[in-house]
């Protein structure tokens, strides 16, 4: 197989001087400048029926490459023409042999001029990469591109493009490298690798910065003469080429990228599906992947969709696109992947230090849906914490207590020294008397814990004290949990902006799962002060998102009692439900001095198509999403409740028609008013505040109400619940139908913008007042918001 043609090895002057010149001082006159003709060629053109301006044309925008004799082979629309520089005279044409055209025969190809550059560019591009190389902190990102550069891409069938190569390498200059260098999103810290696939895998570009020169650089790659298609296109080799890449940089804190470009079938076979999953299964969310096929409608890219599909499974942003045969078109591709990197970067940036985080590289990711698998016991995939287990066990659950604004124990009924569940107990213990069990009695200094018969001796009198402290202060908790041994499975099976979730379940005395689906929650990103190879959540990292959706539930509990004011009419309309989850406590190698413990947060499973309603960024799911909710009449009391006068007035109403009491706030879905608050309050206080703010409903004729109302409602209502200070927003889980007739919205992960910025943060997710404001320009006041006599816009 012929290797890519290649000029001769240059020094660093005269490659910057390749670089920096057009691509060929004899390529691009006019198509109208003079040209010598022989009888030779002019015999052949009348054969062929070719005429002279074709061959001017050709030579202005044709594809060049070196031929026999120091002469110039230019291929333009259709037609070959060879062409002998020192005596401007053509030597003879001919059609191309590359099959059908109608790109450059109908269009004008776009030439892209090299990028002017002083003469040190290319030693400071140079240096800068030899610091990244070094310095692997500094690098914010890495994009592979695997191109197909089989005999195909020779075809002149792109509008706007002399061939597909041309297309391929003059968008990838422009609209990845040139564009988000003018427009700031990419700098000299991002890298590139661009490798070019045919019988093998070749690396063109190997972590270059991406700068001026890269982008000259790329330019070059549109002539035959730097890098030319031709035999056969192997995905196999490029997959592999890609994955050695990307390993390149191990850090955490680097975004990645993967561009696959074809134009038609692979050439080889093998399963190039589970390849990409193999690859997508060690990066999940921090990789963004596009596949792009680009070729004739009657082109088949199934392998190529079945590629994104088990890279989405494995938590890639990944997505498939297929432009029609048009340069434009194939640049808004590129431009969409150099948008969606810069989407990664900025997930990977800590809002409230403006920090680039450590994303953990000691996770594997497993298929989403492996979750639907009913296993009767743990395997080799899952780590058991077991009561009879000395190395690995739970030390203790724990929750949020919201009016003390902090964790309490759940109170354990094992035995103090050896784990084993305690049969005796006293009114109100967790676990009943059963298989697994062994006798045992409540500790008689602290009254707190238990200890076994076979452990019966003195209790440790500080441990005694903190037992007796945390009963005594209200900070343990009887709460029933299904068990105190417990199964997580090692792989992630999905990926948020901050956390990663694996499956975990509670196990019964005999080993095997017990009860419902739970999974488990930790952080994405490395915790400051935690060693990398051995990540370790902390409590702390979890109290954020504990009183966030112990918060959430007390203003859905406010919302589900506005709505029974509506009995009987409401008596089918959905109610709301955060889930309350857990932190549980895990201690590995339990005997050794170097023993592991981490703090895991533990909720149910959601059982339903996932779905997320709106963002913390202003994102509004639209109407038709969902069913539209069939409602009983609803008895008209006012016709007052709308007002014509104006389209931008903004009215609030109450159950009577009256307007509502000045005294009352009335927040806007425009803007959210100056406002200062006249106390600080913690999240206890602010939790017997909530009730203190009324919202008065009203009734209203109208019967048009869709499901999914009801959580663009619910945000609006937790803003003027809280007299504006608080909004909930990132609304996400599932809508279930009971069999009774009811129906409910079971949430988790919920964001809180808190509007009073000097005041404790809501974690990660709380945007302020910028979060307030996003959601208010974007929700338009809906049939609920009516109802319940918030400010509604008029539409």
């Known amino acids: 197989m012929e290797s ?21 001082l004899l390529s691009h006159p006019t198509a109208a400048s003079s040209l010598l003709s022989g009888s030779h060629g002019r015999q052949r053109r009348q054969q062929r029926n070719i005429v002279k301006l074709d061959l001017q044309r050709a030579r202005r925008y044709g594809m060049k490459e070196n031929a026999r004799f120091n002469r110039i082979k230019f291929t333009h629309a259709g037609t070959v023409f060879i062409y002998d520089p020192l005596k401007n005279k053509e030597v003879t044409s001919y059609p191309a042999a590359v099959g059908k055209y109608t790109g450059s025969a109908f269009e ?27 310095n692997p902190r500094a690098v914010t990102s890495h994009s592979v591109f695997l191109v197909d550069m089989s005999g195909s891409m020779r075809c002149d069938d792109i509008n706007g493009a002399r061939c597909r190569a041309d297309a391929v390498w003059t968008t990838i200059a422009r609209n ?46 549109c002539e035959y003469e730097t890098v030319r298609p031709e035999g056969p296109g192997k995905y196999l080799p490029a997959l592999d080429m890609a994955e050695s890449l990307l390993e390149w940089n191990k850090l955490g804190s680097c975004a990645l990228s993967l561009l696959f470009f074809s134009d038609g079938k692979p050439s080889d076979r093998g399963n190039f599906v589970a390849r990409t999953g193999q690859i997508a299964a060690k990066y999940g969310h921090r990789l963004t992947m596009s596949c792009i096929g680009m070729a004739e409608p009657s082109e088949d890219f199934v392998i190529l969709q079945a590629m994104v599909e088990e890279a989405r499974d494995f938590g890639v942003q990944a997505v498939f696109q297929r432009p029609t045969m048009h340069l434009s078109e194939l640049s808004v591709a590129i431009s969409s992947l150099a948008s969606s990197l810069c989407t990664t970067k900025t997930s990977m940036i800590d809002r409230r230090t403006g920090r680039r985080q450590m994303v953990r590289t000691d996770i594997v990711h497993e298929r989403k849906s492996s979750v639907k698998q009913d296993w009767i016991r743990p395997n080799y995939e899952w780590k058991v914490f077991s009561n009879h287990d000395v190395m690995n066990y739970v030390l203790r659950f724990s929750t949020w207590d919201t009016q003390r604004d902090e964790f309490v124990w759940l109170m354990d009924s094992r035995c103090v020294f050896c784990y084993q569940k305690v049969s005796a107990g006293y009114e109100g213990a967790i676990e009943t008397i059963g298989k697994g069990t062994v006798p045992g009695d409540l500790c008689q200094n602290c009254r707190a814990c238990y200890i076994c018969s076979r452990c019966r001796r003195p209790h440790d009198p500080v441990d005694c004290a903190t037992y007796l402290q945390h009963k005594t202060n209200r900070k343990m908790v009887v709460r029933q949990v299904p068990s105190f041994s417990v199964a997580m499975k090692h792989a992630v099976f999905g990926q ?15 080993g095997n799962f017990a009860g419902s689906k739970w999974v488990a929650k930790e952080s994405r990103f490395v915790l400051e002060g935690d060693d990398p190879s051995q990540q370790l959540s902390r409590l702390t990292y979890h109290k954020d998102f504990m009183r966030t ?43 050794h001095l170097a023993y592991k413990q981490r703090e895991i947060m533990i909720e149910e499973m959601l059982d339903g198509e996932y779905l997320k309603f709106n963002n913390n960024d202003g994102f509004v799911m639209s109407k038709g999403k969902m069913t539209q909710l069939p409602m009983d009449p609803i008895r008209e009391v ?28 009335s927040p806007m879905c425009e803007e959210i008013i100056n406002h200062e608050p006249s106390t600080t309050t913690t999240s206890s206080e602010m939790c017997v505040e909530i ?16 499901i999914e109302d009801f959580p663009q409602a619910f945000s609006h209502f937790s803003y003027q619940k809280s007299g504006k200070q608080y909004m909930v927003v990132d609304l996400q889980g599932v809508f279930q139908q009971h069999p009774e007739g009811t129906c409910e919205f079971i949430l988790t992960d919920p964001a809180i913008h808190r509007r009073d910025e000097h005041l404790e943060s809501m974690g990660r997710t709380d945007r302020g007042q910028k979060g307030m404001r996003s959601f208010l320009q974007s929700h338009r006041c809906n049939r609920v918001c009516r109802l319940l006599g918030l400010v509604m816009k008029e539409e």
Do not use: C
């Not at 043609?5 to 060929?24: E, I, M, V, W, Y």
């Not at 030439?111 to 990244?132: D, G």
């Not at 902006?497 to 694996?502: D, G, K, M, S």
């Open 549 to 591: 959706q112990v918060l959430a539930q007390r203003f859905a509990m406010e919302f589900n009692h506005a709505l029974e004011s509506f009995q009987p009419e409401s008596r089918n309309w959905p109610r709301f439900r955060f889930l309350e989850p857990l932190v549980v406590e895990l201690v590995e190698d339990g005997r």
């Open 176 to 221: 990845y490298v040139l564009d988000p260098l003018k427009e700031g999103t990419l700098s000299s810290s991002d890298v590139v690798s661009i490798v070019a696939f045919r019988d093998t895998a070749e690396v063109l570009v190997a972590q270059a910065p991406v700068d001026y020169v890269l982008f000259n650089r790329i330019l070059t790659f």
């Open 638 to 665: 006012s016709d007052d409740t709308e007002d014509d006068d104006d389209d931008d007035e903004i009215v609030e109403v109450a159950r009577d028609g009256k307007p509502v009491d000045a005294s009352v706030p």
């Open 691 to 706: 009730s203190k703010t009324p919202v008065v409903p009203s009734h209203d004729s109208s019967m048009e109400i869709w």
């Open 496 to 510: 948020g902006e901050e956390r990663i979730v694996h499956q975990f379940r509670f196990l019964d005395d005999q």
């Open 108 to 134: 004008k190809p776009i030439h892209v001029p090299p990028y002017p550059l002083p003469a040190h560019a290319y030693h400071q591009s140079t240096n800068r990469k030899a610091y990244l190389h070094e």
């Open 4 to 24: 890519i043609k290649r000029t001769p090895h240059k020094g660093p002057a005269s490659l910057f001087k390749a670089l920096s010149t057009p691509r060929s």
